[in-house]
């Protein structure tokens, strides 16, 4: 086992996917020269050169629909888009090209595409650039979304992203970068299909992914101490959901709180909410509750900005609640 | 028209070849809108007549293993990229024999055979996958060139800025082909655009222009012909603009507010057909009998296309959730 960070792990599944594979390149904004905006490809342009390590205008539409089209004509690229705020001026090619062309093309076509970005709120960056939409990326057919939670999936998930024949989309929560675990040594590609339970329980199960992971697992401890046992499952997979390895664990513990940074109208946690009640209805012994953001843009204030975020003290609430209901 | 028309500066059995693929376009189309009026055809279906002589001169100049991405006015480019008139027709009525498999229709012909990338439906939308496709060429060491039609619309998109920069940035060789029918919809050039020199926007990118007469086939396959080959030895793109017209209503939902019954009547006097078929009789190339039996065999191909898309067979439902995914083995 050695200590890794969560960039350093996804530097090394970029070094990993461009040395096992020639037809791998990276393009996006300031992935060369400068680095990577969160430090992910330092190092990459001088080992891999220009012609693999593409610094590309700031020009997000071109950009991902040139990797939809690179895709097509056989090359395996992975886009780096700097955060998801900046996703939303290539919405286009990811949601009427991306994803739609296997289907509207009869099956002629098909987009082997990995596409990352940063998401989420934490520091201080206001309304435009703390958006955590991969909810809305989660309800288009024909794409998948990752949200690599751990150095482990941090490290893991890219291979795989780029083997699935269709394409991809990464979440990187952009406090996660930091993020210091322990990585066996040989550590390698993960499962892209399924959820994990990151910490088993019996009492109510927490739902979380991303930048949420972190907060629930600390609501766990808490509520350790009150006696109340929590599961958290980590999502890793936001589309297609794992629902199998959801509703297995709120049989179990016939409780369940949905985190998710998201807001809460149409989020993807009333998606998860729906699946449980659709599925385990009468296995349930409170209703399903959940912890999202405020439904208002992140403002800048620290005090403002946390108290619109989902939080451990908002998470181990929710949970009481579900006791102090009945 | 003067009264001596130009004599066509093509070989002959090129020059007819030309002529028969305008027809083959615009008697596809006109069965078509036939066929919409008998709601064999629904949905949206917009008209290339008019306009047959940009892909009729450019189609012929692409070389089998180049890339096509085009609009959603696209029929003729389907059928004269090699796609048969059965499957275009089938993908019309939504059969399961249309290219597609009756998932896109009349705005979403595919063809992997021929590298014909689309019938897309966002104006603009094909010029970044263009790109795309020219970078995996040149990264893949292949000398090819990728053609990506789109309307003078689209340069009101950001997509044509951010595609010709990138295009030009990278030396990529893609033929940029606009067919500039001065209607984006139903809003005149003029009335959309501060600069109406489409050349000079490219231009401004360092991107080499060509400004064609897109009413002659002639002049359009020359040109495609000399902007083809320049993309290659450049391996750099190239922007041709084809000046054309359409006839017809945007489309089968356009009652045609916006322009002047006199303009269409001036335009269609420069019919591409229509003008293209009297130099060829002026020249003593074509004979009234010849043009007539070529007219019949597009329409016989039509009538063919037509009878075998009516007796096609619907997809079934059961397979409604097919090639959202690639299949994969399951976990």
Known sequence: MTASSYREALRQAHREALARDPRVFLMGEDVGKYGGTYAVSKGLLEEFGPQRIRDTPLSELAFVGAGIGAALGGMRPIVEVMTVNFSLLALDPIVNTAAALRHMSGGQFHVPLVIRMATGAGRQLAAQHSHSLEGWYAHIPGIKVLAPATVEDARGMLWPALQDPDPVLMFEHALLYNLEQELPAGAGEVDIRRARIRRPGRDVTLVGYGGTLEKSLEAARILAQQGIEAEVIDLRVLRPLDDATLLESVRRTRRAVVVDEGWRSGSLAAEIMARIMEQAFYDLDAPVARVCSEEVPIPYAKHLEEAALPQPAKIVAAVQNLWGNR | ?331
């Open chain 2, 1 to 331: 028209m003067t009264a001596a028309p130009a004599p066509v500066p093509l070989p002959r059995e090129l020059a007819l070849r030309l002529l028969a693929s305008m027809l083959l376009i615009r008697r596809f189309e006109e069965r078509c809108a036939a066929l919409y009026g008998e709601q064999k055809i629904r949905g949206f279906l917009h008209l290339y007549i008019g306009e047959e002589a940009v892909a009729a001169g450019v189609m012929p100049a692409l070389a089998a293993e180049d890339a096509v991405v085009a609009t959603y006015r696209e029929h003729g480019h389907a059928l004269l990229r090699g796609m048969s008139p059965e499957s275009v027709m089938a993908e019309m009525f939504g059969k399961r024999e249309g290219c597609c498999r009756g998932r896109g229709g009349s705005m979403h012909l595919f063809d992997a055979a021929t590298r014909f990338y689309g019938g897309n439906a966002i104006v603009g939308g094909g010029l970044p996958l263009a790109v795309g496709l020219a970078l995996a060429d040149r990264m893949q060491g292949r000398e090819r060139v990728t053609a990506c039609f789109f309307g003078e619309g689209a340069v009101a998109e950001g997509a044509f800025h951010e595609s010709m920069n990138l295009a030009a940035l990278w030396r990529l060789p893609v033929l940029f082909c606009c067919e500039n029918n001065l209607y984006a919809m139903g809003t005149a050039l003029a009335r959309s655009e501060s600069q109406t020199d489409l050349c000079a926007k490219a231009a401004s990118y360092g991107v080499p222009t060509l400004r064609v007469d897109g009413m002659d086939v002639a002049a359009v396959h020359q040109a495609a012909v000399t902007a083809r080959q320049a993309v290659l030895e450049s391996g750099a793109p190239l922007f041709a603009e084809f000046q054309t017209y359409r006839f017809r209503a945007h489309s089968m939902f356009d009652p045609e507010l916006y322009r002047d019954k006199a303009e269409v009547e001036q335009w269609k006097q420069r019919g591409p057909i229509h003008n293209f078929t009297a130099r060829l009789k002026a020249q003593g190339w074509l004979s009234e009998e010849e043009f007539l039996e070529l007219d019949r065999q597009a329409g016989e191909r039509v009538e063919a296309a037509s009878a075998a898309a009516e007796a096609g067979e619907w997809e079934p439902a059961a397979d409604l959730l097919k090639d959202v995914y690639t299949p994969r083995e399951p976990a």
